[in-house]
């Protein structure tokens, strides 16, 4: 019998710290927020998906793409994927990524 591997949660209080310092990767606001995906990263009820399945998002645009009614479920995953991919670049470019995490793939 196969045994099932229970998914190993990425956390790192310091990567949320310098995604939290950086603008808004979606509207440029400042004042930015690290919004999980909402799509895998192992999110389930109550978890939040790993730490580098992050976006620099301001509070609104953080709502829009999680609770809002504006958008469709593509439009607001789009959203999200667009500023998580931005958000991982401008770290990365400054080195802020913390070295002990895996940076994620990114699909585009």
Do not use: F
Request: overall charge positive.
């Amino acid at each position: 019998m196969a045994s099932i591997l229970k998914h190993q949660y990425i956390r790192s209080k310091k990567l949320l710290k310098a995604v939290s310092e950086l603008d808004c990767q979606s509207c440029g606001a400042s004042g930015s927020q690290a919004a999980h995906t909402n799509w895998g990263g192992g999110k389930g009820r109550g978890i939040k998906a790993d730490d580098n399945l992050v976006a620099a998002l301001c509070q609104y645009c953080h709502y829009e793409i999680d609770q809002g009614k504006n958008l469709t479920k593509e439009q607001r995953q789009d959203l999200w994927l667009k500023a998580h991919v931005r958000t991982v670049k401008i770290l990365l470019d400054i080195n802020q990524w913390p070295i002990d995490i895996p940076v994620p793939e990114i699909k585009m």
